[in-house]
């Protein structure tokens, strides 16, 4: 019965997970077509175009790995505190894989956020 109850509470987390992501990733509707189309101007007005959606691509992909990060950590915390001694054992061992996980997507997004910063600034400096 108790078995029975952790998966019925794990399905409705996953459920409700999916539910609130899912006007998220409706929104962002990018049509490649359309940003070549818009790339008009002269070459420093394109690259400005450019970096702005470099910015908004990294900025989609930060906000996503932050949300996705933090549920996570509440469902392996959730699971910590409910389980088992020799279940809190496993989830300790999960979790050296999540901050792995964790530390990657937020130092990729700032590294390439720096990146883009100074690629910009290397175009302006005429």
């Known amino acids: 019965m108790k078995k ?11 459920m409700m997970l999916v539910m609130v992501m899912m ?30 959606i470099g910015n908004q691509i990294i900025g989609i ?14 469902v392996l915390g959730i699971k910590y505190m409910m389980g088992s001694a020799s279940e809190k054992a496993e989830y300790k061992k999960t979790m050296i894989p999540y901050l792995v996980g964790a530390v990657l997507i937020f130092g990729a997004s700032a590294i390439t956020t720096v990146v883009v910063q100074l690629a910009s ?3 302006t400096g005429e």
């Open 23 to 52: 006007p998220m990733c409706a929104a962002v509707d990018v049509n490649p077509g359309e940003i070549a189309n818009s790339l008009k101007g002269t070459a420093s007005d394109a690259q400005e175009q450019v970096v702005n």
């Open 121 to 123: 600034l290397g175009g």
């Open 4 to 14: 029975a109850t952790k998966i019925l509470g794990i399905m409705l987390v996953a």
């Open 61 to 74: 992909i930060t906000t996503v790995g932050v949300v996705v990060s933090v549920i996570i950590l509440l």
